[in-house]
């Protein structure tokens, strides 16, 4: 079946450092790929996607690369802010009958000042 | 456009009483989707529609849990009877058709059971 795999957290880190939240993947098919962010309080909001083998979504500063070799949608962003504190989950959505989206358990990040 | 909107944004009910969250959807998704989140389980499918008709309920407890979508721009999710292990955010969420469709998530109902 169709599953997502993603980093435990919390993931604590200081302002302007590097960031990776590794995420990878099982599909039957051709999976698309997402990225969404929750901030405290709110829905989920998408942060990026890609539809095919070595896209690279973008958006915010934050960077990931649709990687079919590895099956995996690493999140990475240069330099982190304290704005960017927020759960981030990885999902995928493989279409055909089975069009549901899958989400990772989300990874719980902490920008220290 | 103003979103999928939810309500209501909190609810705090009693155990045993009916609960009635309701959902409307962005104005052209044709799917809807029902999640609950929570700190143990996280993020889990309860239900989802395309086209107002039921296409995955296998993540709900029948037993209590019944969502409608009488029309493309409502729906519900009730809970009779409630219980304490239903407290959670519930969220919904629409898209387009499938693929690479994104899904639009409203901002939640927290319900509390006591």
């Known amino acids: 079946g169709n599953s997502v795999t993603q980093m435990e957290g919390p993931v604590t880190l200081s302002e302007e450092a590097f960031l990776t939240i590794n995420c990878t993947y099982t599909?039957?098919?051709?999976?698309?790929l997402f990225w969404y962010v929750q901030y405290p309080g709110e829905g989920l909001q998408l942060l990026l996607k890609?539809?095919?083998?070595?896209d690279k979504g973008s958006n915010k500063g934050f960077e990931a690369t649709y990687r079919k070799e590895t099956t995996s949608f690493h999140l990475e962003k240069g330099s982190v802010q304290v704005s960017d504190s927020a759960v981030y989950f990885c999902a995928l959505r493989v279409g055909n009958r089975d069009d549901k989206i899958i989400f990772g358990k989300g990874t719980r990040l902490h920008i220290l000042p | 456009d103003a979103g999928v909107i939810q309500s209501p944004r909190h609810e705090v009910t009693e155990m045993g009483q009916e609960v009635t969250l309701r959902c409307k959807p962005i104005s052209g998704h044709d799917y809807l989707f029902w999640y609950r989140q929570t700190m143990m389980q996280g993020l889990e499918l309860l239900v989802y529609f395309n086209n107002k008709a039921v296409m995955d309920d296998s993540g709900m407890p029948k037993d209590r849990f019944s969502a409608k979508m009488p029309n493309a721009s409502f729906s519900t999710l009730k809970i009779q009877p409630s219980e304490p292990r239903d407290s959670a955010v519930y969220f919904c969420?629409?898209?387009?058709?499938?693929?690479?469709?994104?899904?639009?998530f409203g901002n939640g109902t927290r319900l509390t059971v006591t």
């Open positions: 599909a039957t098919g051709y999976p698309s």
């Open positions: 969420a629409s898209s387009y058709s499938i693929d690479n469709s994104p899904l639009h």
């Open positions: 890609a539809t095919k083998a070595d």
